[in-house]
């Protein structure tokens, strides 16, 4: 059986790290102007490591985003 901190090391790795959560959207809006990407990616903090990394919204936050909009 594989320890909690070895399944913490492995939630990160090859995920790329940022120092704070600026520096995250500054990448993600670097990406999403040189490739066209899922615009659904958002900067989070990570329990694991205490950094910030880009991914996937969870459905949650997709729905909030669109009512939010739409009351617009």
Same mark, same amino acid.
């Given at each position: *059986? =594989?320890? $909690?901190?070895?399944?913490?090391? $492995? *939630? &990160?790795?090859? $995920?790329?790290?940022?120092? &704070?959560?600026?520096?995250?959207?500054?990448?993600? /809006?670097?990406?999403?102007?040189? !490739?066209?990407?899922?615009? +659904?990616?958002?900067?989070? !903090?990570?329990?694991? &490591?205490?950094? +910030? !990394?880009?991914?996937? =919204?969870?459905?949650?936050?997709? /729905? =909030?985003?669109?009512? /939010?909009?739409? /009351?617009?």
């Amino acid at each position: *059986m =594989a320890s $909690k901190r070895g399944l913490r090391r $492995k *939630m &990160c790795t090859g $995920k790329v790290a940022y120092v &704070c959560c600026d520096d995250a959207k500054a990448a993600l /809006r670097t990406i999403r102007r040189l !490739h066209v990407t899922d615009e +659904w990616q958002i900067p989070y !903090h990570c329990r694991c &490591c205490g950094r +910030w !990394h880009n991914g996937h =919204a969870p459905g949650y936050v997709r /729905r =909030a985003i669109l009512e /939010r909009q739409a /009351r617009w």
